[in-house]
């Protein structure tokens, strides 16, 4: 489970996403179930942009705003970004 | 102030005194370390000239030109070389950017008869790929960031008059039946000079914002207002702000910005995605006036930010809530500066019924946060039925009088004369000279103060962007052939904020799946392609959706049945905060016999 070059667990991952996500959308973040598609409460391109922002903020990963509707829940944003983190950065 | 006749005057003037001086600064996405671009008066001059000459020498003088830009400084010069060239300008947004889509943009395409497209180098073989599948294959399109183009010698200054067109503003109308509000260069000027008034800016002034181009409040606030006033701005583009909020603040102290802003929306984003690391960094000193109109204004987004930003120098009077649209070219009131927001706390039953009254104990109550004062126009609040005046203190539809207000809708004769020569009448069979513009919008006018109390149309209102219904029910109905066509009902309920609620009624034996994959299909479909959280969808059977007799979607009732819960779903999501104001289906009928 765990991603050895970044110190952080999809586990660790998901309670991350969780969090920022109910930030965006003004839930509570245990009101995110991690397999339920996000589109579900409502996310929009705003929150997709703020969720990429974020991204770049802490982990240094620049991402397309489309990685929310092509990973649509947090569970598998969660496994797509520790596989980014885990890949060597490119160029 | 000024004694130009044109907008087009005004800048070659401004060109000729402040020569290299900045005009504007447009901050890139820093994600690849890029540098700030510097554009002096001297070089938009320059560069509007040579695009101005390529428009007269191929016919597109007097006629209309299209905009298509990303934010960036391409678009300001070629803004510029319109009004240079004696063209009018139609600015909209990129249809390859995210989220943008070419099905509004053809819509506009056709509505104002454009000559020719103006572009940039990425984006012109998709723009003129698109001109030739349009039929539209006489349009001509230039890529304005080459070096190829015009010859700035052959220029020729129009012999314009204050009644031409500066621009069309193509932020009214659904996708199907897009209107160009036509703003003349007097209703313009007009607009500049109401904006210093209620702003009180001048030379010195720095504008900051990250706004669209082609959103009226970016394009006569934020590109327009420095030119008039020979200041400058500093600028960023919508996605850099949403994706990093805290750029537009730290461009605020970077740069001396002392006036910018948005929509509600962003200072409550602000709010939440700024973080103490960033906000240690923020120097908001400089900052006079907070902008904050094109939405809903909330007092609880002023509190919170003025509470959170207090220490990187905010003051609470730096807030300037302000009301306008672009019917009016832009600004109408605003808030005097040095002055705090004015709220006014008033009793909801009372409001419901159309009077301000004082908050009763028992009852709940709303606040309202006044859209400030009203100098260049003359505002009357009027009975929308009757069209007599209502007194002071009354809620009636906004109507607006004064220079700044366009002369109408480009080529809609019809509803020009209904929505911008409309009659006050006196009750005893009179009315009065007309030429008022029905704004469409409720709201109040007391002590010299001007409260928007919500909206008459059905038009939604998200992000200070513009959505009709029908263009949003259109993509909910495209989602699956399950969902019948012109079966549904879109609108906005209000709880913290306002939120959107589809109902949409679905054949059950022509779905393919279950009705929870697809209701999700209908939110990922709205949230990504109309950039507007769509967490409350209802699916009822057909037959549900109330029409008028002659099939109008009532979508006012259809509300009201939803937030009676008087709806019977096949399945609904709702999000916490809309299922806690959706009565008990059995409430009221119990209520009535105890």
Redesign the interface.
């Known amino acids: 489970m765990s991603v050895p070059t970044t110190g952080r667990t999809t586990d660790e991952l998901t309670a991350w996403l969780s969090d920022r996500i109910a930030l965006y959308l003004k839930r509570r973040p245990q009101e995110i179930d991690p397999s339920v598609p996000l589109a579900e409460y409502g996310l929009d391109s705003v929150a997709a942009l703020s969720l990429c922002g974020d991204i770049e903020e802490d982990f240094d990963l620049i991402l397309e705003p489309t990685v929310a509707w092509d990973y649509p829940t947090v569970q598998a944003l969660a496994t797509h970004l520790a596989q980014s983190l885990a890949e060597p950065a490119a160029g | 102030m000024t004694s130009f006749r044109t907008f087009t005057e005004l800048v070659l003037d401004r060109a000729a005194e402040l020569g290299t001086e900045d005009a504007f600064i447009f901050l890139p996405d820093d994600?690849n370390g890029s540098v700030p671009e510097h554009l002096s008066y001297a070089i938009l001059d320059q560069e509007a000239r040579r695009i101005a000459s390529w428009l007269q020498a191929n016919g597109a003088e007097g006629g209309q030109v299209l905009l298509l830009y990303p934010s960036g400084t391409d678009f300001i010069k070629a803004f510029t070389g319109c009004l240079y060239a004696g063209s009018v300008a139609v600015p909209a947004p990129l249809p390859t950017e995210?989220?943008q889509h070419f099905t509004r943009v053809s819509g506009i395409l056709r509505d104002a008869e454009v000559r020719a497209v103006l572009t940039d180098s990425a984006s012109a073989p998709e723009i003129s790929a698109w001109l030739v599948s349009e039929g539209f294959t006489d349009v001509k399109c230039l890529a304005t960031d080459t070096a190829d183009h015009g010859d700035a010698s052959a220029y020729r200054v129009p012999d314009l008059t204050p009644e031409h067109l500066a621009f069309l503003q193509y932020t009214s109308g659904s996708t199907s039946d897009p209107k160009g509000v036509m703003v003349s260069h007097r209703n313009l000027l007009a607009n500049e000079a109401a904006i210093q008034n209620a702003a009180g800016t001048d030379g010195q002034t720095r504008f900051g914002g990250w706004l669209p181009f082609y959103h009226d409040m970016g394009l006569i606030g934020h590109i327009l207002h420095p030119l008039y006033i020979g200041g400058s701005a500093v600028l960023l583009s919508p996605?850099s702000f949403?994706?990093?909020?805290h750029r537009w603040l730290k461009s605020i102290g970077d740069y001396g910005v002392t006036i910018g802003g948005g929509p509600n929306?962003a200072y409550d984003?602000c709010v939440?995605?700024v973080t103490d690391e960033q906000l240690a960094e923020l120097d908001l000193s400089t900052w006079v006036s907070a902008a904050n109109g094109a939405e809903p204004i909330r007092r609880e987004t002023i509190e919170a930010f003025t509470r959170r930003f207090a220490p990187a120098g905010f003051k609470p009077e730096s807030f300037f809530p302000c009301y306008g649209m672009a019917e009016t070219t832009l600004l109408v009131s605003g808030t005097p500066k040095d002055r705090r927001p004015a709220v006014r706390t008033v009793d909801a039953a009372a409001l419901e019924q159309g009077t301000l009254t004082d908050p009763v104990a028992e009852g709940t109550s709303r606040e309202l946060v006044s859209s400030g004062v009203i100098h260049d126009f003359t505002v009357k609040i009027v009975d929308p039925d009757t069209r007599r005046e209502r007194p002071e203190g009354s809620v009636g539809e906004i109507w607006v009088k004064g220079d700044s207000v366009a002369s109408g809708y480009w080529k809609r004769p019809l509803t020009n004369v209904e929505i911008f020569d409309a009659h006050i009448t006196d009750g005893d069979g009179g009315e009065d000279t007309g030429g008022w513009l029905r704004t469409g919008d409720l709201g109040a006018l007391e002590d010299g103060e001007l409260y928007v109390t919500g909206r008459l149309k059905e038009l939604i209102i998200f992000?200070g962007r513009n959505l009709y219904p029908q263009d949003v029910e259109r993509a909910v109905q495209a989602t699956d052939k399950a969902l019948g066509a012109g079966a549904g009902a879109v609108f906005t309920v209000e709880t913290?904020r306002e939120?959107l609620v589809v109902v949409q009624e679905v054949r059950i034996s022509a779905v393919d799946g279950d009705l929870r994959s697809l209701?999700?299909?209908i939110?990922?479909r709205?949230?990504?392609q109309l950039?507007?959280?769509?967490?409350?969808v209802i699916l009822v059977r057909p037959g549900t959706i109330r029409k008028t007799t002659s099939g109008k979607i009532q979508r006012t009732l259809m509300r009201k049945l939803f937030l009676q819960g008087e709806l019977t779903p096949l399945y609904e999501?709702l999000?916490?905060?809309v299922r806690g104001i959706v009565a008990d289906a059995a409430g009221p009928a119990l209520a009535a016999t105890v």
Request: proline fraction near 9%; charged fraction near 20%; glycine fraction near 10%.
């Open positions: 994600a995210q989220g996605t949403l994706r990093r909020p929306f984003l939440r995605r992000s913290d939120r209701a999700t299909a939110q990922s709205i949230g990504q950039n507007v959280p769509a967490g409350n999501v999000e916490p905060a």
